[in-house]
């Protein structure tokens, strides 16, 4: 037997007796890549774009901010929302339904968590939030600057009705109360349980 016949015979065995050759013909032989795990670099540049695509839809600005005063309480309360409900906030007159916690984040990281902490919050009908973002003798400081950006990140975001530094008990300088309106959804549900106790 010549060294190709052995080493064909010596194949064949190798197979066993379950693997058949292919038929020449008509039939098509699909190539299959095997698959590998996506690269650090790959995993980088899918995370890249995904936060490229969020900070789009993020419009809270990042750019200079004015410090406020790092002993200054900061507040706040749209056109329309009644004293008493800023009144109840800074004094922690609303029980925190989620808290956010950015102390010592770069400011940048704090946008996004900022943002992504409201938008949930409010898709999920949460009407009193607390933001800690801590708190420094500097106005400087960084956490005084971040704390004069959310200043300033709160207005933007137009389903925050009122905003306050949070009392001393809960926080004090180094954390703030929000208050977000009613999603349209919640609203929605207001109005049939209302209507089903008038019927």
């Known amino acids: 037997m010549s060294h190709a016949a052995n080493d064909y015979q010596a194949f064949r065995e190798a197979l066993g007796n379950d693997v058949q050759p ?11 890549r095997a ?4 690269s650090d670099a790959q995993l980088a540049r899918r995370e890249s774009a995904l936060q490229t695509i969020e900070d789009e839809r993020d419009f809270l600005s990042d750019e200079f901010v004015d410090l406020v005063g790092a002993h200054d309480p900061i507040e706040f309360r749209r056109d329309g929302i009644q004293i008493g409900v800023l009144e109840r906030l800074r004094h922690g007159g609303y029980a925190a339904e989620a808290r956010l916690h950015i102390m010592r984040m770069p400011v940048i990281e704090c946008r996004r968590a900022v943002f992504g902490f409201l938008r949930d919050a409010y898709e999920h009908d949460l009407r009193s939030v607390l933001v800690v973002h801590g708190r420094t003798r500097d106005d400087d400081g960084h956490a005084n600057i971040v704390r004069s950006y959310l200043n300033h990140w709160l207005r933007q975001f137009e389903q925050v009705q009122a905003f306050s530094t949070a ?24 109005r049939e349980r209302q209507q089903k106790r008038r019927g």
Do not use: E
Request: overall charge positive; glycine content about 10%; aromatic content about 2%.
């Open 35 to 38: 698959q590998t795990s996506p």
């Open 22 to 32: 292919l038929k020449k013909g008509r039939d098509k032989v699909a190539m299959v």
């Open 167 to 190: 009392p001393p008990q809960q926080g004090g300088m180094g954390a703030t109360f929000v208050m977000l309106r009613k999603s349209d959804r919640a609203r929605a549900r207001n």
